[in-house]
């Protein structure tokens, strides 16, 4: 993990953070993801259908794999003296390929700009959602935080 003070921040612009951990997808996981936004395709929650389907097993929700880069992010990257962490948006966002039940992912990470912001600093990143063995990216994303003093 990166840790950085406030103050260092405006030097960080094109800086690689590295891959973090490898984190598994499960079955428990996908369901919990589709109740909690009412999406039940049986793609995503029905594996013995899904065994038959175009993927062959179960897949993540594309924006189940969007969600989990923001604690892949956190364990990757942090800013000391702070007082406020907020996820401020997406500026680009695709899923090249799906993520099976029981894949792992990582997140790789670099800091595209840093810019500063009323009370704090916004950091935009060009982030990759990267499947163990996979030739594609889950998820490719350009994820903006703020950090506020």
């Known amino acids: 993990m990166t840790t950085v003070a406030f103050d260092d921040l405006a030097g960080l612009a094109g800086t690689s953070l590295g891959s ?3 984190l598994e997808v499960t079955q428990k996981r996908i369901d919990l993801f589709a ?3 009412d999406d039940h395709q049986w793609i995503h929650v029905d594996p013995e259908r899904a065994r038959s389907g175009p993927f062959g097993a179960p897949i993540a929700h594309g924006f189940l794999t969007l969600s989990l880069v923001i604690p ?3 364990a990757l990257f942090d800013v000391s003296g702070v007082s406020t962490k907020v996820n401020y948006g997406v500026n680009r966002v695709r899923f090249p390929a ?3 039940v029981g894949a792992r992912i990582r997140l ?3 800091v595209l700009s840093v810019t500063p912001v009323d009370g704090g600093a916004q950091i935009t990143a060009d982030v ?3 499947i163990e063995g ?3 990216p889950a998820c490719v ?3 903006v935080f703020r950090f506020y003093r």
């Open 98 to 100: 799906p993520v099976p």
């Open 141 to 143: 994303a350009q994820p």
């Open 72 to 74: 892949l992010w956190t």
């Open 20 to 22: 973090g951990e490898w």
């Open 134 to 136: 996979g030739t594609k």
């Open 35 to 37: 109740d909690a936004t």
């Open 108 to 110: 790789s990470g670099t």
């Open 128 to 130: 990759v959602v990267e």
